[in-house]
């Protein structure tokens, strides 16, 4: 299994990024996605997810309103939306893949799979 996130990059507060994340290796169908992100320092923390048909999502507080979770089955991808970025998003951003997900907060039950993470920097 293969998880390869991209898109990240430096963008100037109140900016966007879209960060895309490919799976490989695993029906993708089966799986609720997840990013997470890790500043510097600082643990691990969940940002975003959705269940396996892309039907139901979640957010961190912190995040609510300005990110969105979509995928595509299809092009086994799913995708990070970032919006109205502030300095404090800054971190590298991972994405996971959970099977069959269930529960309501299974995307902090532990993931299967990780994947590397793609480091998003934004300036104030």
């Known amino acids: 299994v293969q998880l390869q996130a991209s898109g990240g990059g430096l963008v100037q507060a109140g900016g966007s990024l879209r960060l895309t994340c490919a799976a490989s290796g695993l029906t993708f169908g089966l799986y609720g996605m997840g990013w997470f992100r890790q500043a510097p320092g600082k643990e691990r923390e969940f940002v975003a997810a959705g269940t396996s048909s892309g039907a139901n999502t979640y957010y961190a507080d912190s995040v609510k309103g300005r990110f969105t979770i979509s995928r595509d089955n299809a092009k086994n991808t799913v995708y990070l939306q970032m919006n109205s970025l502030k300095p404090e998003d800054t971190a590298e951003y991972s994405c996971?893949?959970?099977?069959?997900?269930?529960?309501?907060?299974?995307?902090?039950?532990?993931?299967?799979?990780w994947g590397k993470g793609t480091q998003v920097t934004v300036s104030s």
């Open positions: 996971a893949a959970k099977r069959a997900p269930y529960g309501s907060n299974w995307y902090l039950d532990g993931m299967n799979y």
